[in-house]
Nanobody
Framework: QVQLVESGGGSVQAGGSLRLSCVSS????????MAWFRQAPGKEREAIAA????????YYADSVKGRFTISQDNAKNTVYLQMNSLKPEDTAVYYC??????????????????WGQGTQVTVSS
């Protein structure tokens, strides 16, 4: 079974940057399918970035495209989310997730069966 632990969240001012990390333990594969989600108070959990290395697929939500970058270091079993030009609307709990690899449903949280506990990101104006 896979365990995921996020870190790197915090409080920043608008325009600032944060780098989130998600470390995997347990069974891992170089052919992995990873995603970052976020959930703001009163809102649905939404996919913001996905990296499906097995299929050379990268996804970004329109709201973060050009500002956020997802990457991974297979040797460290870690996936990253570099967040630049942060806005107050980016405030949320951020989660990393993984699943049995497939080519579809990469933005559907129900497709993922392993989740981290989340890390809070707060962006003030």
């Amino acid at each position: 079974q896979v365990q995921l632990v996020e870190s790197g969240g915090g409080s920043v001012q608008a325009g600032g940057s944060l780098r989130l990390s998600c470390v995997s333990s347990g069974y891992t594969s170089s052919r992995n399918c990873m995603a970052w989600f976020r959930q703001a108070p009163g809102k649905e959990r939404e996919a913001i970035a996905a990296l499906y290395s097995a299929y050379a697929l990268t996804y970004y939500a329109d709201s973060v495209k050009g500002r956020f970058t997802i990457s991974q270091d297979n040797a460290k079993n870690t996936v990253y989310l570099q967040m630049n030009s942060l806005k107050p609307e980016d405030t949320a709990v951020y989660y990393c997730a993984t699943r049995r690899c497939g080519t579809g449903r990469y933005v559907d949280p129900n497709a993922y069966n392993y989740w981290g506990q989340g890390t809070q990101v707060t962006v003030s104006s």
